[in-house]
Every structure is written in C-alpha cells, then in structure tokens.
Nanobody
Framework: QVQLVESGGGLVQPGGSLRLSCAAS????????MGWYRQAPGKQRELVAA???????NYTDSVKGRFTISRGNAKNTVYLQMNSLKPEDTAVYYC??????????????WGQGTQVTVSS
C-alpha cells in the first residue's frame, strides 16, 4: 500500500557529495517521521538521520555537520544531502517512512536501498 522510490546513490571520491531522494506514494494519510538508515557489510543497520512532520531532525554523531536531511516541496518526499563523504560512509542506504494510512492504520515501510560507495 506504500511504494517508495529511492535514488541518488553512486560512487564518489572521499570529500565528495551525493544527494539521496526518497518519494513515498500510495494510500498514505500522513507521514510522521521519515528516516534514512544505512547498513555496511558485516554491520547492523543504523539510523543516519530522521525528520519529523514538524521539521525536527536528528542525526547520528558520525554524520553531524556533514549530512542534512530535509523534506521536499512535493508531498511525502525526503532528501539526504551528504557532504564531505568518507570511506566509512560506504553502505546501502534505506529510506524509512512511518505514519498513518488512509483508514488510520499505522505503517512503516522500507525502501529497496541505494548503494553509496566512497572510494578513491
């Protein structure tokens, strides 16, 4: 009932930038929180950044000052601007919206993931 389209991953050199996008569609009444998670090989999935419907944000310590999460003008979109990328940022990044469907049932969805590789 919720479809997610992620884009923006790729290969970038250390110090470079990428911008991830996620668009949610379907029978969505509202989205309360949209987050970006990442999972590197052999590691657990971790929260990178999240933004609430009110605009409050939080970031994992390792990306503070380098990454910025924002909501797009288009409804139910979120972006992750990643600057000063480091090799340790290499991971698959997943979009994770949580909210309420039409009919007032709660939902949580995961995107298919987009690969970010930081390497020279």
């Amino acid at each position: 009932q919720v479809q997610l389209v992620e884009s923006g991953g790729g290969l970038v050199q250390p110090g470079g930038s990428l911008r991830l996008s996620c668009a949610a569609s379907g029978s969505i009444f509202s989205i309360n929180v949209m987050g970006w998670y990442r999972q590197a090989p052999g590691k657990q999935r971790e929260l990178v950044a999240a933004i609430t419907s009110g605009g409050s944000t939080n970031y994992t310590d390792s990306v503070k000052g380098r990454f910025t999460i924002s909501r797009g003008n288009a409804k139910n979109t979120v972006y992750l601007q990643m600057n000063s990328l480091k090799p340790e940022d290499t991971a698959v990044y997943y979009c994770n919206p949580r909210g309420v469907l039409s009919g007032y049932r709660k939902f949580e969805s995961w995107g298919q993931g987009t690969q970010v590789t930081v390497s020279s």
